[in-house]
């Protein structure tokens, strides 16, 4: 995008983010997961089975999925669940235990790779 100093021109910028939100809260399907370890370990964990059964990103409806930093509530990140989806298949991803007792299995992906292209 080039440079422009024109206020107007930026602020019609803005009301197309503005605009694409708000859209994506009012009109679709948001999975929502706390993750209260994200800030420790800088990797989200997206659930893909618990119990023996396929769970979480391999079973949802939702179009996004945000993930609620747990700790302190104020970062919430969204991902498209295509985008999600992919992601957990490549091969920086990694598959381990977790959940209460250890019953879910959950894809690590690391935090930076969410922002790569």
Same mark, same amino acid.
């Given at each position: 995008?080039?440079?422009? $100093?024109?206020? /107007? %021109? ?7 983010? =503005? ?7 009012? &009109? +679709? ?8 370890h994200l800030a420790d370990t800088n990797n989200l964990a997206v659930?893909?089975? $618990?119990?023996? /059964? %396929? ?7 939702? =179009? ?7 700790? &302190? +509530?104020d970062t919430i990140i969204l991902v498209k669940t295509d985008r ?8 920086f991803s990694r598959k381990v235990p977790g959940g209460d007792n ?16």
């Open positions: 995008m080039n440079y422009n $100093s024109d206020f /107007k %021109y930026d602020l019609e910028l803005g009301k197309i983010g =503005e605009e694409a939100l708000g859209n994506l809260l009012s &009109d +679709q399907k948001i999975e929502v997961k706390t993750d209260f659930e893909y089975a $618990s119990r023996g /059964k %396929y769970s979480g990103i391999s079973t949802t409806e939702a =179009e996004w999925f945000a993930f609620v930093e747990g700790n &302190d +509530q999600l989806k992919s992601l957990c298949k490549k091969s250890n019953t879910s299995r959950l894809v690590l992906i690391p935090f930076h790779k969410i922002l790569e292209r």
